[in-house]
């Protein structure tokens, strides 16, 4: 089983990934986190990106989930490949042929979480707090989600304390691990 948690940089995702990893774990449930890989980039990133550097991020991300998922049996993600497209297109406009293969990959995510924008973004010396740019990048993973129709689960807007409680009644309520907690 694979979710992934996504929305525009700052929001609270890497939190809920932790969180709820560790809500699988004390399940007995054989989890892992693939992390946000942009931090890793060795190309400039946030409003300074290039096709080549929203690449590598998506191509990394990619492999960090199959990595993960050959050796574990749920695999949180702190993002998607949606997301990632979302950065690239804001940078680079749309890239048909990479959209194309973002939808097929897109396919391989049994649970996606939305987390909105709830306030500004700290300082952490990597991603940018430009309110405008988090915007935009939130909205073009709207327009992504809307216009693929894809299944998410859209977290409430302001209610960041209930945020974990949602996610987990919904994991652990999904038929891949249901049957297994009985």
Request: aromatic share 8%; hydrophobic share 40%.
């Given at each position: 089983?694979k979710l992934a948690f996504i929305g525009t940089h700052g929001v609270g995702k890497?939190t809920l990934c932790y969180d709820l990893a560790a809500v699988l774990k004390r399940?007995?449930?054989?989890?892992?986190?693939?992390?946000?890989?942009?931090?890793?980039?060795?190309?400039?990133?946030?409003?300074?990106?290039?096709?080549?550097?929203?690449?590598?991020?998506?191509t990394t991300q990619i492999a960090e989930e199959i990595r993960s998922a050959s050796?574990?049996?749920?695999?949180?993600?702190?993002?998607?490949?949606?997301?990632?497209?979302?950065?690239?297109?804001?940078?680079?406009?749309?890239?048909?042929?990479?959209?194309?293969?973002?939808?097929?990959?897109?396919?391989?995510?049994?649970?996606?979480?939305?987390?909105?924008?709830?306030?500004?973004?700290?300082?952490?010396?990597?991603?940018?707090?430009?309110?405008?740019?988090?915007?935009?990048?939130?909205?073009?993973?709207?327009?992504?989600?809307?216009?693929?129709?894809?299944?998410?689960?859209?977290?409430?807007?302001?209610?960041?304390?209930?945020?974990?409680?949602?996610?987990?009644?919904?994991?652990?309520?999904?038929?891949?691990?249901?049957?297994?907690?009985?």
């Amino acid at each position: 089983m694979k979710l992934a948690f996504i929305g525009t940089h700052g929001v609270g995702k890497t939190t809920l990934c932790y969180d709820l990893a560790a809500v699988l774990k004390r399940q007995g449930i054989n989890v892992d986190m693939v992390k946000e890989v942009a931090r890793l980039s060795p190309l400039p990133i946030n409003r300074k990106t290039s096709l080549d550097a929203q690449m590598w991020i998506l191509t990394t991300q990619i492999a960090e989930e199959i990595r993960s998922a050959s050796h574990h049996d749920v695999v949180v993600c702190d993002r998607s490949v949606l997301d990632n497209y979302a950065y690239l297109m804001f940078a680079c406009g749309r890239q048909k042929p990479i959209e194309r293969f973002v939808d097929y990959w897109m396919k391989s995510y049994d649970l996606l979480f939305k987390v909105p924008i709830s306030g500004a973004a700290d300082a952490d010396g990597v991603r940018d707090t430009d309110e405008f740019f988090m915007r935009n990048i939130d909205q073009l993973v709207d327009t992504l989600l809307t216009e693929r129709k894809l299944p998410h689960e859209r977290l409430p807007d302001g209610g960041r304390d209930a945020w974990i409680d949602i996610v987990k009644d919904v994991v652990l309520r999904h038929p891949q691990l249901a049957s297994r907690l009985i």
